[in-house]
């Protein structure tokens, strides 16, 4: 089945991404830096969530701006994208935030099978 | 081995510096502002990374108060920042930031000669 345009320019920022991780720390970095993206990303978004249903909007500023730094990092760039959106429309448009953050829920199910499959084994990294 | 503190509250970018920074650097690392202050002034650093978006205090109010230290006051300090928009690099210098490093880190070498023109001229 061929590919969308975007999904091939995101498929090739993940694997860049990797590739670059891979040179700055081998496989131990990419395997510890994919562990903690698949634990902290959930957390993030689950936790703007939270505190977007609390009407608490510097939580949430908080949160995905660490998601825009730790997509970007891994090359999740759709992930980064709408995580920056959502960074901006805490102050510019809050309306927007929840659909933003059901989207962003969305891609990390796509991301995440992506990252695990790139994940270096613990042998690999020995 | 000259003495590099890491203020960054993501696990996952003070794993990277670390990754990239301790074949050549001892590397102190401080989650919070607070922590950063309360410990820099004991730490030995020769140098300090910045996060700008920490929780709590923020980059630039860590900043402010390390200035106001005598004990810290002459650290070279450079911004790490996730924002990359156009006048940022001005509006940290202005700021008092000595140099300014974007995340993500994609070039390892624009970290490096940051870090290696502020020692530089530290040791000048």
Redesign the interface.
Same mark, same amino acid.
């Given at each position: 089945m061929p590919t969308s345009p975007s999904a091939d320019a995101s498929a090739v920022a993940l694997d860049r991404a990797l590739e670059r991780l891979r040179r700055f720390g081998g496989d131990a970095l990419l395997r510890d830096m994919i562990d903690l993206f698949l634990e902290h990303a959930p957390k993030r978004i689950a936790a703007s969530r939270q505190a977007l249903a609390s009407n608490d909007l510097a939580p949430v500023r908080l949160s995905v701006h660490s998601l825009v730094s730790s997509c970007a990092q891994l090359g999740a760039e759709q992930m980064r994208r709408l995580s920056a959106e959502a960074e901006q429309a805490v102050s510019s448009n809050p309306g927007a935030l929840a659909g933003l953050l059901e989207a962003l829920e969305r891609e990390f199910v796509v991301v995440r099978p992506l990252l695990a499959a790139a994940r270096p084994t613990d042998q690999d990294a020995s | 081995m000259k003495t590099i503190a890491v203020v960054e +509250? *993501? $696990? +996952? *970018?003070r794993?990277?510096l670390r $990754?990239?920074l301790d074949e050549r650097f001892r590397i102190v690392e401080f989650e919070t502002g607070a922590d950063a202050i309360a410990g820099l002034a004991h730490a030995g650093a020769e140098l300090v990374l910045l996060d700008i978006?920490l929780?709590g205090m923020d980059g630039l109010e860590v900043l402010t108060r390390l200035r106001e230290d005598a004990r810290t006051f002459p650290l070279p300090i450079v911004a790490l920042t $996730?924002h990359a928009m156009a006048g940022d690099r001005e509006t940290y210098l202005r700021a008092g930031f000595d140099d300014y490093v974007t995340?993500?880190?994609?070039d390892?070498t624009v970290l490096f000669d940051a870090i290696d023109r502020q020692l530089g001229k530290s040791a000048a």
């Open positions: - | +509250d *993501n $696990a +996952d *970018n794993l990277l $990754a990239l978006s929780p $996730a995340k993500p880190i994609v390892e």
